[in-house]
């Protein structure tokens, strides 16, 4: 079991910027890729960005491209998501999810964080 702790949403306006934190612990081993998805209300939830764990090769939503990075730390076990110039189509919960080694989807998720982009 891994839990995921998300933290560094909040309100911005649009044109600003924010950076969610996702702190992983327990058996963080598991991990293959970590990624960041978000659910906008009455939406599905989508994809945002990925993280391969040990080459730390990224993926991006084309929505977010050029404007988000997802990156990591390691020794803290934290995976971060900086996002600039934020619109208010931004405006959702956002979820960190790690996938572990063997499954073929993400089964930890974390329990989200707002953020919400006003114009």
């Known amino acids: 079991q891994v839990q995921l702790v998300e933290s560094g949403g909040g309100l911005v306006q649009a044109g600003g910027s924010l950076r969610l934190s996702c702190a992983a612990s327990g058996r963080t081993f598991s991990i293959v890729d970590m990624g960041w998805f978000r659910q906008a209300p009455g939406k599905e939830r989508e994809f945002v960005a990925a993280?391969?764990?040990?080459?730390?090769?990224?993926f991006y939503a084309d929505s977010v491209k050029g404007r988000f990075t997802i990156a990591r730390d390691n020794a803290k076990n934290t995976v971060f998501l900086q996002m600039h110039r934020l619109n208010p189509e931004d405006t959702a919960v956002y979820y960190c999810?790690?996938?572990?080694?063997?499954?073929?989807?993400?089964?930890?998720w974390g329990q989200g964080t707002q953020v919400t982009v006003s114009s």
């Open positions: 999810a790690g996938r572990s080694s063997g499954s073929s989807r993400y089964d930890n």
């Open positions: 993280l391969g764990w040990s080459g730390g090769r990224t």
